[in-house]
C-alpha cells in the first residue's frame, strides 16, 4: 500500500533537556506507531542547539492521519513545553495527490 499522507512536527530542544525530551519522544513513538494505518513514525534528532529535531509520521490514507489528531496522546507533544523540555513545536501536514 503506498503512503498518501505525511504529518511532522519540529521540536526545538531547551538546552541541557535532549536525554530528557528523548526519552519521552521515544516513548510517545512507540504508542503512536500502532495506531491504525500508520506505515512509520520516526524522530530525527540533530546535534546542533539551532536545528530542530523532526518527527515524521507516514499513513496510508489521509482518514487514517487525521484520525489520528484526535488522540489523547498527542496531548504530550504539547506537555513537552510546559515542562521545559521543548521550547517550541512546528506542526505540518502534506497530502499525496
Known sequence: MSLAAINTIEIHPIPGQSTALQSQLNELLETLRDTPGCAAYTLTCSTSPKVPWIITGHWHSTE??????????????????????????????????
Request: with cysteine.
Open 64 to 97: 487514517h492521519m487525521q484520525a489520528h489528531f484526535n488522540l489523547p496522546c498527542l496531548a504530550r507533544f504539547f506537555e513537552l513545553t510546559t515542562q521545559h523540555l521543548a521550547s517550541s513545536l512546528q506542526l505540518r501536514t502534506f497530502i499525496a495527490h
